[in-house]
């Protein structure tokens, strides 16, 4: 399976600017970068960034913005409903919070034809029920779970394990990256897909020895033109 990068933003200028690169592959949202963007009417922001994402044909995945189990049935159904108009079911994921009181929506949402993306993940258990409810995506708090002294990359490489064993199609993203070095290190232990912010999408572009040998080679020629 290939690696995808997806950016986590919900700021358009920066999915626009990454998006005509072609380096992402999707975007991802939650209710936390949704308040970092001016206020405004949520729905029209969301459906823009699907409009754009399906332009490009990337994935998106939109969280649901509350915990209680009816609510986030009514949320993530009103959603599917309504970006499905804009965007290809096959590139739409609502994301929902793992949690017992949870696993109930999660198999509803399923079985009524809605792609979940499992999310705030900390554990390989919770990885593989995400699985087994049969989530498109099962999302990990990389960086999140190292700041508790939890090794993030033993439970990717246990959870492709156990994915690879089930024969199950639920693909492994690792969010909560805050580096390059995070972002190798994850796809080296079995993320599928590594979701980040823009300026870590960035700095992966970045080395000091290329900028060094690039000003060499361009001095180099305007000395011999000389």
Not at 78 to 101: G, H, M, Q, R, Y
Not at 131 to 158: Q, T
Request: aromatic share 8%; proline share 3%.
């Amino acid at each position: 399976m290939n690696k995808k990068i997806y950016l986590d933003s919900a700021n358009l200028k920066e999915i626009e600017e990454l998006g005509e690169t072609g380096l992402i592959k999707g975007v991802t949202t939650n209710p936390s970068l949704i308040a970092k963007e001016p206020k405004n009417d949520f729905q029209e922001l969301i459906k823009k960034i699907a409009i754009y994402c399906n332009d490009k044909n990337l994935s998106l995945s939109v969280e649901v913005f509350t915990n209680e189990p009816s609510e986030i049935i009514t949320q993530a159904s009103e959603l599917w409903e309504d970006l499905t108009k804009v965007i290809e079911e096959k590139n739409l994921a609502i994301k929902v919070p793992v949690s017992f009181e949870n696993l109930k929506v999660i198999k509803f949402l399923v079985e009524s034809g809605i792609s979940i993306n499992t999310t705030c993940c900390f554990s390989t258990n919770q990885m593989f029920l995400a699985s087994i409810l049969g989530s498109k995506y099962a999302s990990l708090f990389y960086c999140r779970l190292r700041d508790n002294d939890e090794n993030p990359n033993l439970v990717l490489s246990e959870t492709q394990q156990l994915y690879s064993m089930n024969k199950v199609n639920t693909e492994i993203i690792a969010g909560s990256i805050r580096t390059s070095d995070d972002v190798l290190q994850a796809f080296s232990n079995g993320a599928n897909i590594v979701t980040t912010s823009f300026n870590t999408i960035i700095n992966m572009t970045k080395h000091p020895k290329t900028d060094e040998s690039i000003e060499g080679f361009l001095k180099d020629f305007k000395n011999w033109m000389n």
